[in-house]
């Protein structure tokens, strides 16, 4: 949000701003004639304090209803990586370099294969 050429940081709701960026994506898109692909990606403490972040499932679900009505592709890996956290906690743990942090090696590989299969299926 911009006040009077600035930006303004009271009263900031994620779900709006997702919104907006969403919007702002889909006019990129037309403008440039390209489809553009949203990737919902979460850290590894919301499958291990599962019950804290309901909320943030919200507004993300809120934030993907927004995508899909601006036309982007929405790829979300909460299936499959609460699937791999819940069937196999070794491998789970071997996709971000340390708890509360990013992705690792693994992770990287395990993102770019789930773009790929979802990104297969939604282009050919």
């Not at 898109?29 to 019950?51: G, M």
């Not at 919200?58 to 499959?80: G, H, P, R, W």
């Amino acid at each position: 949000f911009y006040y009077f050429g600035s930006q303004k940081k009271e009263n900031i709701d994620g779900r709006i701003i997702g919104c907006k960026l969403m919007e702002r994506l889909n006019k990129t898109s037309k403008e440039n004639h390209a489809q553009i692909a949203i990737l919902f990606q979460y850290p590894d403490y919301y499958f291990y304090k599962q019950k804290q972040f309901i909320d943030i499932l919200d507004k993300v679900s809120f934030i993907k209803k927004c995508a899909t009505q601006n036309d982007l592709i929405v790829l979300d890996m909460y299936e499959d990586l609460s699937l791999t956290f819940r069937e196999n906690k070794l491998l789970f743990d071997t996709l971000y370099v340390d708890r509360n942090r990013q992705m690792s090696k693994t992770g990287n590989l395990f993102v770019a294969q789930f773009i790929q299969k979802n990104l297969y299926y939604k282009w050919f």
